[in-house]
């Protein structure tokens, strides 16, 4: 089992900046991927970005260029830095663990931390 804590969340004016942290614990095979997904109300979850246990990055058009996502290996432990925020990025943000052992995949969530960007 895998165990995700979140924090970092809050409120921001649009135009600021908020960093995210996601740190796992538990049994952790050395092959995986961390990454942050986003929830806006009525709206389905969708990828923000990911980083795997090599460092190689995939973002979401949309964070392309504001986000950056980054991992400590040795704490387990992802950080989203996101700068100039707008309204739309407004959402509970939950961090996502998949660990993989003889090619089966593992996957699991955090509990969410919400983002909201006043105007």
């Known amino acids: 089992q895998v165990q995700l804590v979140e924090s970092g969340g809050g409120l921001v004016q649009a135009g600021g900046s908020l960093r995210l942290s996601c740190a796992a614990s538990?049994?952790?095979?050395?092959?995986?991927?961390m990454g942050w997904y986003r929830q806006a109300p009525g709206k389905q979850r969708e990828l923000v970005t990911t980083?795997?246990?090599?460092?190689?990055?995939n973002y979401a058009d949309s964070v392309k260029g504001r986000f950056t996502i980054s991992r400590d290996n040795g704490k387990n432990t992802v950080y989203l830095q996101m700068n100039s925020l707008k309204a739309e990025d407004s959402a509970v943000y939950y961090c996502?663990?998949?660990?993989?052992?003889?090619?089966?995949?593992?996957?699991?969530w955090g509990q969410g931390t919400q983002v909201t960007v006043s105007t």
């Open positions: 996502n663990f998949i660990h993989y052992r003889y090619g089966v995949g593992y996957n699991y």
């Open positions: 980083i795997t246990s090599g460092g190689s990055t």
């Open positions: 538990g049994t952790i095979f050395n092959s995986n991927t």
